[in-house]
T-cell receptor, first 112, second 114 residues
Framework: GESVGLHLPTLSVQEGDNSIINCAYS??????FIWYKQESGKGPQFIID?????DKRQGQRVTVLLNKTVKHLSLQIAATQPGDSAVYFC???????????FGAGTRLFVKA | EAGVAQSPRYKIIEKRQSVAFWCNPI?????LYWYQQILGQGPKLLIQ????????DSQLPKDRFSAERLKGVDSTLKIQPAKLEDSAVYLC????????????FGNGTRLTVT
């Protein structure tokens, strides 16, 4: 079965607020983690990634935090915009790096 | 760079019929993946190619699904015969192939089996 899961299936935030999407993983051998954004009718789009030797990585308006102790991953979106409305997936790769496993996803709604 | 191309965009067939999907990955990407995404779920890996060789097809229902990547570039995924539960979006993705390279997805083929 899937080893990557998400705490909340939906998240609703006010435009301009910060969003935090959480993800739990169970495979201790996973050493590479990726966040994808999927808009309706489109394929998942890469947002940001992080390797297991890091605990934080920042991009443009997005930050990924990795807590290997509790096997937890989060995606923070600053100043959330209507265009951020989508389903967000976390994914993991194990040490061999061959297989990318996806979680079930969190749907983010941004209220204007 | 041009993205991953997939066709057709939509397909409706009756159960027990056959169907084929086509994928053209990003130029230079050695690894190609086919994922199945059922509505409301995350993508599930069906098969992964490294160049024209199969790396992982453990989740592919081989009694009805087949895939090939003959020249290490384009790929086709076939279902024969289709079942109602095959209704899903079939996503193709490609990557450079090294350990920490993310996947780049096409927009998928939405299959409806009636």
């Amino acid at each position: 079965g899937e080893s990557v899961g998400l705490h909340l299936p939906t998240l609703s935030v006010q435009e301009g607020d910060n969003s935090i999407i959480n993800c739990a993983y169970s495979n201790s051998a996973s050493d590479y983690f990726i966040w994808y954004k999927q808009e309706s009718g489109k394929g998942p789009q890469f947002i940001i990634d992080i390797r297991s030797n890091m605990d934080k990585r920042q991009g443009q308006r997005v930050t990924v935090l990795l807590n290997k102790t509790v096997k937890h991953l989060s995606l923070q979106i600053a100043a959330t915009q209507p265009g951020d409305s989508a389903v967000y997936f976390c994914a993991e790769k194990d040490t061999g790096g061959f297989k990318t496993i996806f979680g079930a996803g969190t749907r983010l709604f941004v209220k204007a | 760079e041009a993205g991953v191309a997939q066709s057709p965009r939509y397909k409706i067939i009756e159960k027990r019929q056959s169907v084929a999907f086509w994928c053209n990955p990003i130029s230079g990407h050695a690894t190609l993946y086919w994922y199945q995404q059922i509505l409301g779920q995350g993508p599930k890996l069906l098969i992964q190619f490294q160049n024209n060789g199969v790396v992982d097809d453990s989740q592919l229902p081989k009694d009805r699904f087949s895939a090939e990547r003959l020249k290490g570039v384009d790929s086709t995924l076939k279902i024969q015969p289709a079942k109602l539960e095959d209704s899903a979006v079939y996503l193709c993705a490609s990557s450079l192939g090294h350990n920490n390279s993310p996947l780049h997805f096409g927009n998928g083929t939405r299959l409806t089996v009636t």
